[in-house]
């Protein structure tokens, strides 16, 4: 067998593969593709409620669907995955959220244990000394209380769009989630643009994390994100030392895991 190629990622991005999935998985995805989002999302909320919910870490596209699907079906669910290294606005973003549409945002969180033994062995910080460091602070942080969510679902939601990253620019609306016991997994806003977006949030007066009006444009982590300077992509602030490995911490889509290397443009904390 020829030698895997080191440029490239060790786990593919989560693609359409329709041929392995679900006849009723292909179907939906054909259906929805040039539907509105709301199409899809009220379609979603009447087949899975209450065995879904939307996955909200802070960023604008999350909270797009929120107030989307809020209007479809005040009972809908959200969750949020709580690393312990948020920053404080997003706490904030979440309490708006119970104030605005009575949302009582489901917080989920890492092992306690796994995280301890985690900083133990490689203190506070380790995403910054190396690239499988900083996966595994993203294994035990998101990854593994993202499993532990999703087994109690049938659907999620995603805010992902094709445009955000090259990693994400083959997802389709209505997916198979394979890594996540066969759910489904929806991405409404795949085709929108982020001033497509930002429109909406206008238009609707939906809340917003604070961070964006600091020049943020994708938010994680506390340690992990930075504002991005003019004419930088969109999720060029998450893990900007890291060079050449894909904007992606697991929980949507493949992570590049060789040829990581320091940016040499910026000084990275300690």
Known sequence: MADRDPVQPLHQPVLPVFEEEDAW???????????????????????????????????????????????????????????????????????????????????????????????????????????????????VRKVEPLKRKLATLDAWVAGLRREQWRSRKNIAKVELDREHGGIVKLNPVADWTLDRVWGYVREHDVPYHALFDRGFTSIGCAPCTRAVEPGESERAGRWWWEDSTDKECGIHCSVQLLGSAPDTREEVPR
């Open 25 to 139: 998985v292909r179907r939906a995805a054909e259906r929805f593709e040039d539907a509105a989002a709301e199409d899809l999302l009220a379609w979603a909320l009447e087949r899975f409620h209450p065995r879904m919910a939307i996955s909200a870490a802070g960023g604008v596209d999350g909270m797009v669907l929120v107030d989307m699907a809020w209007r479809l079906n005040p009972d809908v669910r959200v969750f949020t995955l709580d690393t312990g290294r948020l920053p404080a606005e997003t706490y904030t973003l979440f309490e708006n959220v119970r104030e605005r549409y009575g949302i009582d945002v489901e917080f989920e969180y890492p092992d306690t244990d796994e995280v301890s033994a985690m900083v133990t062995d490689h203190g506070p910080n380790l995403m910054y000394r190396a690239v499988d460091l900083r996966l595994r602070c993203c294994q």
